[in-house]
């Protein structure tokens, strides 16, 4: 459980979430532990920010893009176990991102978005969305899907997911 002091910072909030999901991670056995590698796609660069930290708190390899023609071009060069991505990016939606990005189907795609509705969930899920996060998404929230998501692909292909 997570105490919550007077004052609560951010930064406290990543720490302590982050700090327990290490533990459960790593069970003491820090030999052969290979960083899962995420791709951050959003516009707002304190998401970035505040994504990169919260998931390399986590234990991830984290890049970020700014746009959706960054991140394809992180993606021909560079293999990522998950990708996030904002549903407004500047030049693309993100939906159109989550399509062009089905040429790597062991990439877990993960759409964010600032829109609750079952109608983007659904569009998500059609363009090859494996979740989506609705923002604000939670340090705890962001991570735990992540990790479930990554334990899914695993169970499903142990040979893919390394």
């Not at 293999?79 to 500047?90: A, E, H, K, Q």
């Not at 990439?107 to 979740?131: F, H, N």
């Amino acid at each position: 459980m997570i105490r919550v002091p007077a004052l609560v910072t951010f930064e406290t909030v990543v720490a302590q979430t982050t700090s327990s999901v290490k533990k459960e991670n790593l069970g003491g056995n820090r030999l052969n532990v290979v960083k899962k590698r995420i791709l951050v796609v959003d516009d707002d660069v304190g998401i970035l920010r505040v994504f990169k930290q919260i998931l390399e708190k986590g234990g991830y390899a984290v890049e970020t893009a700014d746009t959706g023609q960054a991140a394809l071009e992180k993606m021909q060069n560079e293999t990522f176990d998950v990708c996030l991505v904002d549903v407004r990016l500047p030049d693309m939606d993100g939906t159109d991102l989550l399509l062009n990005l089905a040429n790597s189907p062991q990439t877990i795609k993960i759409i964010i978005t600032g829109y609750s509705s079952e109608e983007v969930g659904r569009k998500a899920a059609d363009y090859g969305a494996d979740d989506f996060l609705v923002k604000p998404v939670r340090p705890d929230e962001l991570l735990a899907t992540v990790k479930e998501r990554l334990e899914i692909a695993e169970q499903a292909n142990p040979d893919l997911i390394g």
